[in-house]
């Protein structure tokens, strides 16, 4: 492994997020004789799922479960052959292909025939009143502070929102010495028993939910199935959070059995959107799939898009989680491989089939968990018209239904008629909830449509670009003749 | 090593020495490798900037250099506070933009 930057920018083959579909990527490919660039903004691999605990801090202990995997990932990576550029922020990819990113040394780029989308997920919290409110973050976040930074979110904390990860991070907080105040989940115990058979095809998982389930009731935390928040506000000792019942569409029953709790922090999430802003970039063809957690890169099996030499590897197609997502990526790595004609179809077959029967097994878990976390239209429907949709913006749920009312029928016109998703954030935060509220009036989500993506990926200052320079270095035309 | 502020989870990490760094001419004191907005989180302070249409206080939220929502003045730059590492001695500065709020 050596630092990119001091290398040629040229190379067989790009690969952009160092989480478990990237890593299984990039080291297949060069293990099969490409020159692989692996470009990461974090300061080592991982990802979110895996992300390690940062320089300085010294773990005392053996590592958890999670730990433990991205430690092999890492070292993994660290034996293989492939570049790695790590605090790199990408903030444009371009045709065929050039990535361009910035770091602490100031702007740099990369050139390869071949790219690799490996860009990971966000995080979808469908928006209620008192959202913003500082002490309001998400599940991920949460779960962050806890594995990588060892924090607890708050002294108490309500954990909302559905999905694995609601235990994960309720059953973190106790362990660490926390309070948890209650978990608010979406879904209702059946949700959760009809994804037991799928379950059982990792047992080690399913052994793990169990546990948290366990330290849950031990401890008396209220689960409460089919609940929401309504609203939080602040109050003297923090945050105050009103949450109530939903309905089978996940619709909040106004007024009945709703209850406040006094809590200092609420972590919150409604499962994983797919990270498509690069393949959104290239035009490649989308679709929606609702169980895979929205839009969609359309790919084959290895993660060929519609794009030549352009590549989608991991949960960024599609919400399948980080088992599936590093044999995707071997598999992603391995056609990588095969179109630079470094294998041929015979080895390639030999090579894959393997990798795709332990996926197998893997996604079928991930498509019960993906399914626990899909969005319910009831959810959007739901959201009280003051509530802020656009955080970057502060554009309302009222102010998005009027611009519908006055003809905007996608949410690129949204976008150009309210300023939502205009923000910082370039959309990531709102373009899941502009979409659903779009498609509640205009019939589906496809019609709906999704933001364009265009560069910057992320907002970076200018001056990073353009380095000093003496203003009188700038050379000067002359006059143009009258 | 006993740490500062009650949020830090001791059992299973050792931190390194205790650095220096204010917000807002605040001074405050956190461990090498923390990201600036979660030193902030744990020592109390969670609004980081005011909203530029409504004014409402924000913090970090997506704690993954996404939402934008923890950015700060760091040296004349607005960068997210969750993906600055701590460094002794560093100036952070609210990520209100002056003139903006309504």
């Known amino acids: 492994m ?14 952009i997020g160092a989480g478990p579909a990237g890593v299984g990527a990039a080291t297949m490919a060069a293990e099969h004789g490409l020159d692989v660039v692996l470009i990461d903004e974090n300061y080592a691999a991982g990802g ?10 010294a773990r005392r202990g053996s590592p958890g479960p999670d730990a433990a995997i991205g430690d092999a990932q890492r070292e993994l990576l660290a034996r293989s052959p492939v570049r790695t550029a790590f605090g790199k922020l990408v903030w444009s990819v371009s ?27 966000t995080e979808r919290v469908i928006p209620f009143p008192g959202w913003t409110e500082p002490g309001v973050i998400g599940l991920a976040a949460a779960t962050a502070l806890l594995k990588s930074q060892q924090m607890l979110p708050g002294r108490t904390t309500l954990v909302a929102g559905c999905g694995p990860l609601l235990l994960a991070v309720a059953a973190g907080i106790l362990k660490a010495g926390g309070r948890v105040a209650a978990v608010v989940d979406l879904a209702s115990p059946v949700d959760w028993m009809s994804t037991l058979p799928a379950l059982a095809s990792r047992p080690d998982l399913l052994a793990r939910g169990v546990g948290w389930v366990t330290l849950l009731k031990r401890r008396g935390v209220p689960v409460l199935f089919r609940h929401a928040i309504i609203g939080v506000r602040r109050s003297a000792g923090g945050l105050a959070a009103t949450i109530g019942p939903v309905d089978a569409a996940r619709r909040p029953i106004s007024g009945v059995l709703e209850r406040e709790l006094s809590i200092d922090c609420v972590a919150v999430g409604h499962g994983l959107v797919p990270g498509t802003e690069i393949s959104r970039i290239f035009r490649a063809r989308h679709r929606f799939e609702h169980s895979l957690g929205g839009w969609i890169a359309e790919r084959d099996r290895t993660g060929r ?20 997502a590093f044999q995707q990526g071997r598999m992603t790595g391995l056609a990588a491989a095969r179109d630079r004609g470094r294998i041929d179809p015979a080895t390639f077959d030999r090579l894959v089939t393997p990798i795709e029967r332990s996926r197998a097994r893997n996604e079928r878990f991930g498509r019960a968990m993906s399914g626990l976390m899909a969005a319910h239209l009831g959810q959007a429907a739901a959201i009280a018209p003051e509530t802020i949709i656009c955080r970057c913006e502060d554009v309302t749920r009222a102010e998005l239904d009027a611009a519908i009312d006055e003809g905007a029928a996608t949410v690129d016109q949204l976008k150009a008629w309210t300023r939502c998703g205009m923000g910082p954030c370039q959309g ?17 989500r496809e019609s709906a449509g999704q933001f364009t993506g265009r560069p910057p990926l992320r907002p970076i200052p200018i001056d990073l670009l353009t380095g000093t320079y003496d203003y009188a270095d700038i050379p000067i035309p002359g006059p143009a003749p009258l | 090593m006993k740490t500062i502020g009650n949020g830090r989870i001791d059992d299973a990490v050792e931190r390194g020495a205790l650095v220096d760094f204010t ?7 956190g461990y090498p490798g923390e990201s600036l907005a979660t030193a902030l989180f744990v020592s109390g302070i969670t609004d980081l900037r005011k909203a530029p249409r409504s004014g409402t206080p924000r913090g970090m939220f997506c704690l993954m250099g996404i939402c934008q929502e923890c950015v700060v003045w760091i040296e004349g730059r607005r960068q997210p506070s969750c993906q600055v590492t701590l460094r002794d001695g560093l100036q952070a500065r609210s990520g209100t933009i002056a003139g903006l709020e309504s």
């Open chain 1, 428 to 444: 990531r935060m709102c373009g899941d909830t502009a979409g659903a509220l779009m498609a509640l009036r205009v019939g589906d």
């Open chain 1, 2 to 15: 050596t630092d990119a930057a001091l290398m040629t920018n040229a190379a067989d083959l790009l690969v």
């Open chain 1, 48 to 57: 979110q799922v895996y992300r390690p605990m940062p320089p300085g801090f």
């Open chain 1, 95 to 121: 045709q065929t292909f050039r990535v361009d990113a910035v770091g602490e040394d100031g702007p740099t780029h990369w050139t390869a025939p071949a790219l690799i989308a490996a860009t990971g997920a």
């Open chain 1, 305 to 324: 898009t519609s794009v030549g030499g352009l590549y989608v590897a991991g949960d960024s197609g599609g919400i399948l989680g980080a088992a599936a």
């Open chain 2, 23 to 29: 917000f807002d001419g605040v001074p405050l004191r």
